[in-house]
């Protein structure tokens, strides 16, 4: 075993451990919540790696970044997730390499996004982005729809050919009524995601929770958790 593998594999453990004794604090099982490891900045060597371990799923923010990663990985058996803010003009790659994009967050990017799986003939899946540093209507500082404009974006989304409405993400915020308290805005997301599945039962995705904060996470009863740094390393500066 390579250095690198040792040491993603005993990463890997940890983060394991985490998610299977929160699971347990929640009276949870194990299997009802995914890992999906963030590999922006690091290598496709790595996300091989880890596909050796055992990851199935893996993220990306980037997608210059992410497509040339994405196809120098396609023989592994691995789900790709769009996490990042999504411009209009890349949609068309990220649907060539992704499976779910997390980062749903606007009407005009829908049309994008159905326009483009069509094209390519595939089911894109999709969470709308939720801003819980936002107003009831407003956009979050790091993208998302407040909570007010879910309703109408999801049946966006479920209406649009090629689309999937998988669900709801968020991440943690920084500013507002959440700041420094993921628990409650976790919490909150749940909430936002039984009243998605009243309209669409299928829509059952949770995505929330990162490195630091994974546990709150998985207590208010997230579906899928995003960890990047726990499993990889500290992240090389960008140059």
């Known amino acids: 075993m390579t250095d690198r593998k040792a040491q993603l594999a005993a990463n890997l453990a940890r983060v394991e451990e985490r998610i299977a004794s929160a699971c347990g604090a929640a009276g949870r099982e194990r299997e009802e919540v995914t890992l999906i490891v963030v590999t922006k900045t690091y290598p496709a060597s790595d996300v091989r790696i880890l596909s050796e371990l055992g990851v199935r799923d893996v993220a990306e923010n980037r997608d210059q970044d992410a497509a040339p990663k994405a196809a120098e990985c396609a023989d592994l058996p691995l789900r790709w997730h769009f996490v990042g803010q999504l411009q209009t003009n890349k949609v068309r790659s990220v649907v060539g390499y992704a499976d779910v994009v997390q980062s749903v967050d606007r009407s005009k990017l829908v049309t994008s996004l159905s326009t483009a799986a069509v094209r390519a003939e595939r089911e894109l899946g999709c969470l709308i982005q939720v801003a819980l540093d936002a107003g009831e209507n407003g956009r979050g500082e790091r993208g998302g729809v407040g909570p007010g404009g879910i309703e109408e974006l999801a049946a966006i989304v479920a209406d649009s050919p090629g689309l999937r409405l998988d669900g709801l993400m968020t ?69």
């Open 171 to 239: 991440v943690a915020p920084l500013t507002g009524p959440y700041a420094d308290r993921q628990q409650a805005a976790f919490e909150r997301l749940m909430d936002l995601s039984t009243d998605l599945r009243r309209a669409h039962p299928a829509a059952n995705m949770v995505s929330a929770g990162m490195s630091a904060d994974l546990e709150q996470a998985v207590a208010a009863g997230a579906t899928h958790v995003r960890v990047g740094t726990a499993v990889l390393g500290v992240r090389p500066r960008l140059g």
